[in-house]
């Protein structure tokens, strides 16, 4: 069975494809177009078919449009009641509904042979769950989908049992603790359904003082839903321009609201889990992607274990949504192993591209050893290596890296990625030697998608990665999954005595992480990178 998955609606459009049970591809539509988000200055021009990334998933397997048995779009126009039925004010809801019910024929316009008539509408929580549910290594869980909204709800709880989804709870709109922490995101004057972790990362400069307020306009319910009551953000904390600096009454106003989302995050957990009983929660929805709500509810929850699939956002609903289809249809079933789902270069391609672009370059005897010199001697290295993840973490396939034991790196990368100084980079850390450095979070953590302390000991050995509230948010690398990031880590512990590597997103702010060998050459060409590492060639400064 063949079937292609696709998101288009809200923002991050994406494709992903299975066939026989396996998941081929999946690839956000941003890496193609290199619109971040997917998004255009118009809001409702922001909806694009992911036409690119659904052809090269296709040609991935060989096959062509009409060769598929069924595509599933992760959102369902007949669950959509009017914008102020459901308490919103969007006047662009109506439009999205229309896009949504023409999308099939808009897809078959831009995949030449497609029948429409294979396009089902999967709601979307349900492809969200399932992008979780359905690729979770093992068998049976609870599930929790918290985002800013779907069709007419903003909340899934339930379980998969057999690989089917028993629906328990969802709350309905405008009740929604996503949107919350988007209006909040607007208000410190970041980007909207782009800029949250932005908020996450400035909530630790704060202190929760807001938090009875938040406590009184947001809550729990017994059904397993909650309440998100109107809140007048200015009397908080004013209202900050995206050029101006943040003030400590911001930087509270951010620890108020994530401090809140994590409390009601863990009264949804235990709900689900007196109901469910089982011992692990998948984790979905952008809300997913808040690595600290993720710590508290592995930390303090009712789970044994918590697991949060890489692509948890929006992007990953292409994902849930093949997957949805493909279980329905009785397919083998699939466990994630690795984020690594995107393009990929073999060595002849990498080779002829750097000749083409005229690039001096070399093939050293091994490129971690290469790597690890350079990044010795506190240079930084663009590593673009095997296929690209899918997902907004870099995870060592298109990172920037660089020494962990200066502070001062941390500034030296935000400067080059042109980011806020307040945002930290993270480590990335060989498996066997996490429980050294990292405590009280989940390990193995592979996707970056959790936080851990750092152990004291440690914290002035890599100072570069550790946040202002002695937090870090740890990849773990295992040598069976990831063998020459192990090497490389393994080479640069051999030279400095440091298993952790500084590892960010290989890309500048506003631009989408480097996706092909022409965005790699671009974003070392002008950036003050010293080394690109891609495949077994150096590229150096």
């Not at 945002?423 to 390990?443: C, E, N, Q, S």
């Amino acid at each position: 069975m063949r079937v292609l998955g696709i998101n288009a609606v809200f923002h991050d459009p994406a494709a992903a494809l299975i066939v026989d049970g396996q998941v081929v591809a999946a690839a956000e539509e941003e890496r193609f177009s290199r619109r971040k988000h997917g998004k255009r200055p118009v809001p409702f021009a922001a909806w694009e078919q992911p036409v690119a990334s659904a052809r090269w998933c296709l040609d991935q397997a060989g096959l062509r449009p009409e060769q598929l048995d069924l595509v599933g779009f992760s959102y369902d126009p007949s669950l959509v009641l009017p914008a102020d039925e459901m308490g919103l004010n969007d006047p662009w809801d109506h439009l999205r509904t229309l896009f949504a019910q023409h999308a099939p024929s808009f897809l078959a316009d831009g995949l030449t042979g497609l029948d429409p008539e294979r396009v089902r509408f999967v709601p979307h929580h349900v492809a969200h769950a399932a992008s979780a549910g359905l690729a979770v290594p093992g068998r049976g869980c609870a599930v929790l989908v918290c985002d800013g909204r779907g069709e007419r709800h903003s909340h899934l709880s339930g379980a998969y049992r057999d690989r089917t989804l028993e629906v328990l709870s969802s709350q309905a709109l405008p009740h929604s603790l996503g949107l919350m922490y988007e209006e909040l995101t607007a208000h410190l004057g970041f980007l909207r359904s782009s800029d949250e972790y932005k908020v996450m990362a400035l909530a630790s400069y704060g202190k929760p003082r807001f938090l009875d307020r938040l406590r009184e306009a947001v809550r729990a319910t017994p059904d397993g839903g909650f309440v998100t009551e109107p809140i007048d953000w200015a009397e908080l904390a004013p209202p900050r321009a995206p050029d101006e600096d943040w003030s400590d009454a911001h930087a509270d106003l951010a620890a108020s609201v994530q401090r809140r989302l994590e409390e009601v995050l863990l009264d949804l957990g235990r709900w689900v889990h007196e109901r469910t009983g089982e011992r692990l929660l998948a984790l979905a929805g952008g809300t997913a992607l808040n690595c600290v709500a993720n710590t508290v509810l592995s930390r303090e929850g009712p789970f044994e274990e918590v697991w949060v699939q890489p692509a948890a956002g929006d992007a990953g609903t292409a994902l849930g949504a093949a997957l949805q289809l493909a279980a329905g249809g009785g397919e083998p079933a699939w466990a994630m192993r690795g984020a690594d789902l995107g393009r990929g270069f073999g060595e002849a391609e990498i080779e002829a591209a750097l000749r083409r672009a005229r690039v001096p370059h070399e093939r050293p005897a091994d490129v971690a050893e290469a790597a690890a010199e350079v990044l010795a001697g506190d240079g930084i290295v663009a590593w673009f290596q095997g296929r690209s993840e899918f997902g907004p973490r870099a995870l060592g396939h298109r990172s920037l890296l660089a020494h962990p034991g200066r502070r001062v790196n941390l500034e030296r990368l935000n400067d080059v990625k042109g980011r806020e100084q307040f945002r930290p980079v993270a480590p990335m850390v060989r498996l066997d030697r996490a429980p050294d450095i990292f405590k009280r979070g989940p390990i193995p953590s592979p996707y970056m998608l959790f936080v851990h302390d750092v152990v004291p000991q440690w914290q002035d050995r890599i100072p570069a990665v550790v946040h202002v509230d002695g937090t870090a948010r740890v990849q773990t690398v295992d040598p069976r999954t990831e063998p020459l990031v192990a090497r490389l880590l393994e080479a640069f512990e051999r030279r400095t005595g440091l298993p952790v590597l500084v590892n960010t997103s290989l890309n500048t702010a506003g631009r989408p992480m480097v996706d092909d060998l022409r965005d790699a050459l671009e974003c070392f060409g002008s950036t003050p990178v010293d080394l690109l590492a891609v495949g077994p060639f150096v590229v150096r400064r």
